[in-house]
């Protein structure tokens, strides 16, 4: 009798436990509330192809980190034609200017401000992940590029679309929000050309910045990139059905840009002159998931990769049924996200030449100093460094 109660007992609990897991009661999954969720396979490169190179000497752990708990998120680093900054955009939706001694707001994005919503929080325990339910009224700038001639800023606002803001900073106006009737839902990033010509990149046209953990769960390809004529004052979409673009940079000539898939792990060619002009190719895959690409003055690319691929989130993007019952389970995001990404945070930076030769990697495989980097900007001899997620710029010296 009491073997049958103990496999009675068990028997139970078993049913409990999946009835638990099926209705998820208090909503921990990461699709509690996204009842259009679906899944879809991730055009992965071939495992063998995945880049295994590593610093061994963890070389970002020698960087100084600057501006602690001064700026949340920054994004972007921008320096403009005069030399002077770093300018970055924050979480709070303010583009903040250092003039060498303190930072001071430069300029804003959101038309619907409020000083109530959108002040920079001053509790101990604020993060860049504090602004997130508030960034579709306050904004949030993430891309920024400078037009060398006229001093112009250009924003990529996650929610506010492509935008611009003058030599003087303030109010930034807006130039698109949508492309063929389509609204920009989360623009990334952005460049601009000699003659004034902008690129820009918008990573989903379902899911807005403050879901974008869902974008990365889903796997859909609804991402566009676009190419702006200031004279026509027309947008055409240069690409459609791409895996979550991201950052985007001209090359040094101007004659493409490349542009990185975050979800795939790539980065893509997109010819704007010669025989190949508007068709695209894989540059180079790389050793994980990419978020902006900077070009430096010798014509090579700098790509920030948020963490490495590893084993359980190459299987996730291939299997997408196997991904969508792991994400009914009622694991909370943060532990779902931190499987993805091995564990924890892990800073990657890459250079590769225009050819899509791999010349550098740095990195802190401990998480020790840069847990997360999200831009790459090289100037001086320096890499400036800034984080979607982390209070603070990191600087690393290449001499």
Same mark, same amino acid.
Request: hydrophobic share 40%; aromatic share 12%.
């Given at each position: 009798?009491?073997?049958?109660?103990?496999?009675?007992?068990?028997?139970?609990?078993?049913?409990?436990?999946?009835?638990? #897991?099926?209705?998820d $009661?208090f909503?921990?999954? /990461?699709?509690?509330?996204f009842p259009?969720?679906? *899944? =879809?396979?991730v055009?992965? /490169?071939?495992w063998?192809? *995945?880049?295994?190179?590593?610093?061994?000497?963890n070389?970002l752990?020698?960087?100084?980190?600057?501006f602690?708990n001064?700026?949340?998120? $920054?994004?972007s680093?921008?320096?403009?034609? @005069?030399g002077?900054?770093?300018y970055t955009g924050?979480?709070?939706?303010?583009? @903040? !200017?250092?003039?060498g001694?303190?930072?001071?707001? !430069?300029a804003?994005? +959101?038309?619907?401000r +409020?000083?109530?919503?959108? +002040? $920079?929080?001053?509790?101990?325990?604020?993060?860049?992940?504090s602004?997130v339910?508030?960034? =579709?009224? #306050?904004?949030?700038?993430l891309?920024?590029?400078?037009?060398?001639?006229?001093?112009?800023?250009y924003?990529?606002d996650?929610?506010?679309?492509?935008?611009?803001?003058?030599?003087?900073?303030?109010?930034?106006?807006s130039?698109?929000t949508e492309?063929?009737?389509?609204p920009?839902?989360?623009t990334n990033?952005v460049?601009v050309?000699?003659?004034?010509?902008?690129y820009?990149?918008d990573?989903?046209? %379902?899911? &807005?910045?403050?879901? !974008?953990i869902?974008l990365?769960?889903?796997?859909?390809?609804?991402g566009r990139?676009?190419?702006y004529d200031?004279?026509?004052?027309?947008t055409?979409?240069?690409?459609? %059905?791409?895996?979550?673009?991201n950052?985007?940079?001209l090359?040094?000539d101007g004659?493409?840009?490349?542009?990185?898939?975050?979800m795939i792990?790539?980065l893509?060619?997109?010819w @704007?002159?010669?025989?190949?002009?508007?068709?695209?190719e894989?540059?180079?895959?790389l050793?994980?998931?990419?978020?902006?690409?900077?070009?430096?003055?010798?014509g090579?690319?700098?790509v920030?990769?948020?963490?490495?691929?590893?084993?359980?989130?190459?299987?996730?993007?291939?299997y /997408?049924?196997m991904?969508k019952?792991?994400?009914? @389970?009622?694991? /909370?995001?943060k532990? &779902?996200?931190?499987?993805?990404i091995?564990?924890?945070?892990?800073? *990657?930076v890459?250079?590769?030449?225009?050819?899509?030769?791999?010349l &550098?990697?740095?990195e802190d495989?401990?998480?020790?100093?840069?847990?997360?980097v999200?831009?790459?900007?090289e100037?001086?001899?320096?890499?400036?460094?800034?984080s979607?997620l982390m209070? !603070?710029?990191? *600087?690393?010296n290449?001499?």
């Amino acid at each position: 009798m009491p073997y049958m109660t103990l496999r009675q007992g068990f028997s139970i609990g078993f049913l409990l436990l999946a009835l638990y #897991c099926a209705l998820d $009661p208090f909503e921990h999954s /990461p699709i509690a509330g996204f009842p259009e969720f679906e *899944v =879809h396979k991730v055009d992965m /490169p071939a495992w063998s192809e *995945v880049p295994k190179d590593r610093d061994k000497e963890n070389s970002l752990q020698k960087s100084e980190i600057l501006f602690v708990n001064q700026v949340q998120g $920054p994004e972007s680093i921008a320096f403009d034609p @005069l030399g002077r900054g770093p300018y970055t955009g924050v979480a709070d939706g303010r583009i @903040l !200017f250092w003039n060498g001694h303190s930072w001071s707001d !430069f300029a804003y994005t +959101s038309p619907n401000r +409020s000083e109530a919503l959108c +002040s $920079p929080k001053a509790s101990a325990s604020a993060s860049a992940l504090s602004y997130v339910e508030t960034e =579709h009224i #306050c904004g949030r700038p993430l891309g920024l590029r400078f037009d060398k001639k006229s001093g112009d800023l250009y924003i990529a606002d996650a929610y506010f679309g492509l935008m611009k803001v003058g030599p003087q900073g303030g109010l930034a106006t807006s130039i698109t929000t949508e492309a063929e009737g389509v609204p920009l839902r989360f623009t990334n990033d952005v460049d601009v050309d000699t003659e004034g010509n902008l690129y820009f990149t918008d990573s989903s046209t %379902n899911y &807005q910045r403050k879901n !974008f953990i869902q974008l990365v769960f889903s796997g859909e390809g609804t991402g566009r990139g676009f190419k702006y004529d200031p004279a026509t004052k027309e947008t055409t979409v240069l690409l459609r %059905n791409v895996q979550f673009p991201n950052g985007i940079s001209l090359s040094k000539d101007g004659s493409f840009f490349v542009f990185s898939e975050a979800m795939i792990g790539r980065l893509r060619k997109y010819w @704007l002159k010669g025989d190949k002009a508007g068709t695209s190719e894989i540059l180079a895959v790389l050793p994980g998931f990419p978020d902006n690409v900077r070009v430096n003055g010798n014509g090579d690319f700098w790509v920030a990769i948020f963490s490495r691929r590893y084993t359980y989130g190459y299987l996730n993007a291939l299997y /997408p049924k196997m991904r969508k019952v792991i994400l009914k @389970l009622p694991i /909370p995001t943060k532990m &779902q996200y931190m499987l993805l990404i091995g564990g924890r945070f892990r800073a *990657v930076v890459v250079k590769y030449s225009p050819e899509g030769k791999l010349l &550098q990697i740095l990195e802190d495989s401990e998480g020790e100093v840069v847990k997360a980097v999200s831009e790459v900007e090289e100037k001086d001899g320096k890499l400036w460094m800034g984080s979607v997620l982390m209070p !603070f710029i990191a *600087v690393y010296n290449l001499t």
